[in-house]
């Protein structure tokens, strides 16, 4: 996974972390707020009730005391009466508009009513002489009955306080749940990031790691090559260059002028050895082709060689007709020329196919065999110095290098990197023109 991909995903699941944690707030302060107001009301109209129907029994007990002094009286001083049950049915009436106004009830128009009856018949009663029993009798069936209906309200009110504190409890298990859930989204998603975290910064240890090493290892296969090549570049001098002009010396030295016709073939041959010698470590140390000529034709004289050298065919294609930058060209020389070095080592392959293509902006390099294949090809091996090699290359050259199976039956080996063209100036010199 790309680090542009781990960082979006990351980024996104923080973001939900904070957006359920934000909603978990504000839900928690929204139930909190409804609890408390509820709470409140509720309190408010308890304590109002409580007093409205404290205030009811008291003038329950005055309406009670007026049935005992009509029936101990019997007429005696019925204005006084009559007053005080003037002053009950005003102060019932009171209570009934406030707790109108407080918790609504069709009690509360039945009390007025009942208020209003009993009044009435008392006046009716203090106005008749004498007063008969069935009349006592009617007037404490109406205070029962009042008693009866301030009793239900009680009861109502009761009722309406237990559901408010059943809705208040319905809150209360909504809110735990909903934060609950909220919360052990954000756990989880929490606990997801940071497994992807962990996960990515140990890749990216283990991806250092694998650098420091493979880095270690191309500098001390850079380090074997220079001296291999150095080691190569003595013994070619010595060996081939060296006793060619010894001999050309030799040949000078002791020659006579009668004999010059008859040993200058020998000379020129001896000479020619020289300068063939001479090309040949030219080559060694770097094709001249692929600074004449570029890429493409570099590629078509190293499968010649190739294929004289090993008597391996190689089929080669190419879409390439430009020059690119130069630093590019070098890379993808060298490793098609470390893969067709650990062909003619490793692979036992009769067939190579090489493909060089110039695919819009990408440059793709293509090396197939039809060997033994990564099973037994220990040139292909991940941990081997030309594939190190080749891997570094293609990372400075900005690409990537890939290894896989061939649909030949061997190793194929693609390394890609975006095309660079080389620069058009009229005035730049070509570096390796000798006039």
């Known amino acids: 996974m790309k680090r542009e991909h781990i960082l979006r995903i990351l980024a996104i699941g923080f973001a939900l972390v904070i957006l359920l944690l934000g909603a978990a707030s504000y839900l928690a302060f929204q139930h909190s707020r409804s609890i408390q107001l509820s709470s409140a009301e509720l309190v408010r ?28 009286l019997r007429g005696a001083n019925t204005r006084e009466v009559s007053g005080e049950v003037a002053r009950i049915e005003t102060e019932v009436r009171n209570i009934i508009e406030r707790a109108r106004t407080t918790a609504p009830s069709r009690l509360w128009d039945q009390l007025e009513n009942l208020s209003s009856a009993f009044a009435s018949e008392t006046r009716r009663i203090l106005a008749a002489t004498p007063i008969e029993d069935q009349d006592l009798d009617h007037l404490a069936a109406l205070q029962e009955q009042f008693v009866e209906l301030a009793g239900q309200i009680v009861k109502e009110d009761a009722e309406r306080s237990a559901s408010v504190e059943s809705q208040i409890e319905r809150q209360s298990r909504a809110l735990i749940s909903e934060s609950l859930w909220l919360l052990g989204g954000s756990f989880l998603l929490s606990l997801a990031c940071a497994v992807i975290t962990v996960r990515t910064t140990n890749e990216s240890f283990r991806q250092m790691q694998w650098q420091a090493g493979e880095l270690n290892r191309v500098s001390w296969h850079m380090l074997e090559g220079q001296e291999a090549a150095a080691r190569r570049f003595s013994h070619e001098m010595h060996d081939e260059l060296g006793q060619s002009l010894t001999g050309l010396k030799a040949m000078l030295v002791g020659l006579k002028p009668n004999d010059l016709l008859t040993r200058r073939g020998e000379c020129l041959r001896l000479l020619d050895e020289a300068i063939s010698n001479v090309r040949e470590l030219s080559q060694l140390l770097r094709p001249v082709i692929l600074d004449d000529f ?29 020059r690119l930058a130069e630093d590019l060209e070098t890379h993808f020389f060298r490793i098609a020329q470390e893969a067709l070095t650990n062909v003619a080592r490793h692979s036992g392959a009769t067939t190579v196919r090489i ?81």
């Open 294 to 322: 570029g890429l493409d034709a570099g590629l078509r004289w190293l499968t010649e060689r190739f294929m004289d050298r090993t008597r391996i065919h190689v089929d080669y294609v190419s879409t390439l007709h430009e």
């Open 45 to 72: 109209k308890h304590l109002l009730t409580g007093r409205l129907v404290d205030d009811l029994q008291e003038e329950q007990q005055l309406l009670s005391g007026v049935l005992f002094r009509i029936a101990r």
């Open 355 to 435: 493909a060089l293509h110039l695919e819009r902006d990408h440059l793709r390099l293509t090396v197939e065999d039809n060997g033994k294949g990564m099973s037994s090809s220990h040139g292909s091996k991940p941990s081997s110095l030309g594939m190190v090699g080749m891997r570094a290359r293609a990372r400075h050259a900005g690409g990537e290098l890939k290894v896989g199976g061939s649909s030949l039956g061997g190793v194929k080996i693609e390394a890609w990197a975006a095309a660079r063209k080389v620069a058009h100036d009229s005035e730049q010199k070509d570096p390796y023109f000798v006039s």
